[in-house]
């Protein structure tokens, strides 16, 4: 298996614009994490879903997030409109039933 | 709430042992620990499901004292590929389930 496959790799944009981050578990995952990785607030579950249903939406940090789970094979992350304090590496995680999670290599986004 | 890692950095010598500790204030289902190297994801080392446990991953160990609310990561005989950063995750017995809240780590370094 490919792993936890997330894109893209790295995003520079400008204040104010939307940003859309992409993440395709591992095959037969049925659970699935957004996270932001800061030097300040350290490694922050924004939202998880299980079964593609949003379960726990409480880390995400203002309406100008959100993230959809359309299907078992793919989510996104919306940022809109982007600020420099967004400026983070998400990552995206997924298991199955009480086990490890898989990271994916994360998307570096900079907001200029 | 987020869990209380100590020490928040060592230093250590190859072939010198470490011991890494994490408390949390809520009563705990599991813990998990993750070691992430400086620009990649955090990477899954071991899941401890029932108090007063100990797994062990070839020269590195945990054991989880769930009346306490605490864990530890022994790493024995440290090399260098130990070097990095190391995270616990703990999972709360009330709300979500599978819901991890990370600590804000233990950068370990190994030097020759």
């Known amino acids: 298996d490919a792993g936890v496959i997330q894109s893209p790799r790295h995003e520079v944009t400008e204040m104010g614009q939307e940003v859309t981050l992409r993440c395709k578990p591992i095959s037969g995952h049925n659970s699935l994490f957004w996270y932001r990785q800061t030097m300040m607030r350290g490694l922050e579950l924004l939202i998880y879903f299980n079964n593609n249903v949003p379960i726990d939406d409480s880390g995400m940090p203002e309406d100008r997030f959100s993230a959809k789970m359309p299907n078992a094979s793919f989510s996104t992350l919306k940022i809109q409109p982007s600020e420099p304090r967004d400026s983070a590496v998400y990552f995206c995680?997924?298991?199955?039933?009480?086990?490890?999670?898989?990271f994916g290599p994360g998307t570096r986004l900079t907001v200029l | 709430q987020q869990p209380v890692q100590s020490p928040q950095a060592v230093i250590l010598r190859e072939g010198e042992d470490a011991v890494i500790n994490c408390s949390s204030s809520k009563a705990l289902y599991s813990v998990h620990w993750y070691r992430q190297k400086h620009g990649e994801a955090p990477v899954f080392l071991m899941i401890?499901?029932?108090?007063?446990e100990q797994k062990g991953h070839e020269k590195i160990s945990a054991s989880f004292n769930e009346k306490k609310q605490q864990s530890s990561l022994y790493l024995t005989a440290s090399q260098l590929s130990y070097s990095g950063t190391y995270f616990c995750g703990t999972e709360p017995t009330s709300g979500s389930a599978r819901q991890l809240t990370f600590g804000s780590g233990t950068q370990l370094t190994v030097l020759p």
């Open positions: 401890l499901l029932k108090g007063g």
């Open positions: 995680a997924s298991s199955e039933g009480v086990a490890e999670q898989f």
